[in-house]
């Protein structure tokens, strides 16, 4: 069904979906410990987060927040399915970082925005090779009632995270 706007455009009206609901366990809530870091020209961003991560034993870290500045960007584009990994870009070029979130325990699983001089927008999946321009600002959040894990989800095809209630300790 489409419909005229008030600038003469026709949209396609959406319909209304109603998904299954999934069989989640409810949220946990839980207190929160944050990182600071500032990675400086030249540095790989996921390649030294997960570093970070690992030798800091973060097992629910997760991004709060960055801003930053890029020369290179390897990204995957929606619609990826296990089988069919779809379009990878290899960004060579300077970027301003829009938006940087995701988790970093399990292996991680970063998304990106970011704007070229033209203030265009491209995003994705990360693969990696986020070289630093200017600087990379970035605060780390970590859960300490929760921990992150991945387990193979049969409707996707794909590692999916899992998160689980911490063992308290004796």
Known sequence: ????????ESHTKCANLVAE???TPP????????YALRLG???????TLMKFVDENQLDSAFIVTCVGSVTRAKIRL???TAEETNKILELDDKFEIVSLV?????GGHL??????RKGAVIGGHVLGDLKVFTTAEIVIGQLSSTVFT?????????GELVIKQRKREK
């Open 1 to 8: 069904m489409s419909e005229r706007t008030h600038d003469g």
């Open 21 to 23: 609901p999934l069989n």
């Open 27 to 34: 949220a946990i809530a839980s207190p929160m410990v944050c």
């Open 41 to 47: 020209p030249g540095e790989e961003i996921f390649s």
């Open 78 to 80: 929606a619609h990826a």
């Open 102 to 106: 995701g988790t970093l325990s399990a």
């Open 111 to 116: 998304h990106i925005s970011l704007s070229d």
């Open 150 to 158: 991945r387990e193979m989800d049969t409707r996707t095809g794909f």
